[in-house]
């Protein structure tokens, strides 16, 4: 099982952002869909991971859970390859 769960709406842009960087990373994740639309971002079992109900969010291992797609990306990118002084 992947040590990494990303919370994901194909149409989010926000999503996107993290999709394309663990893609770019080649990080081993699976995705879980949280239809925004059907009202599946405001199941308490979600709002447990991201109380503000929104799409992306990522949960590690342990259960600790990130949302907030630049917070995101700052995460993953942290160690990487990428030029992380380039952040704007
Ligand atoms: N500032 C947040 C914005 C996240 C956001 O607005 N996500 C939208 C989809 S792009 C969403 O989940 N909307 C559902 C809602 O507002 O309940 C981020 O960058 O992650």
Do not use: C
Request: glycine share 6%; aromatic share 6%.
């Amino acid at each position: 099982m992947s040590s990494l769960t990303l919370f994901d709406y194909l149409p989010s842009r926000n999503a996107w952002k993290v999709r394309l960087l663990l893609h770019h990373l080649g990080r081993e994740h699976r995705t879980v869909t949280v239809d925004i639309f059907k009202g599946e971002g405001r199941h308490p079992e979600y709002l447990r991971i991201n109380p503000t109900g929104k799409v992306p969010a990522i949960q590690l291992a342990d259960g600790r859970a990130l949302a907030e797609s630049n917070a995101i990306l700052v995460y993953l990118a942290e160690g990487s390859p990428l030029p992380a002084d380039q952040r704007v």
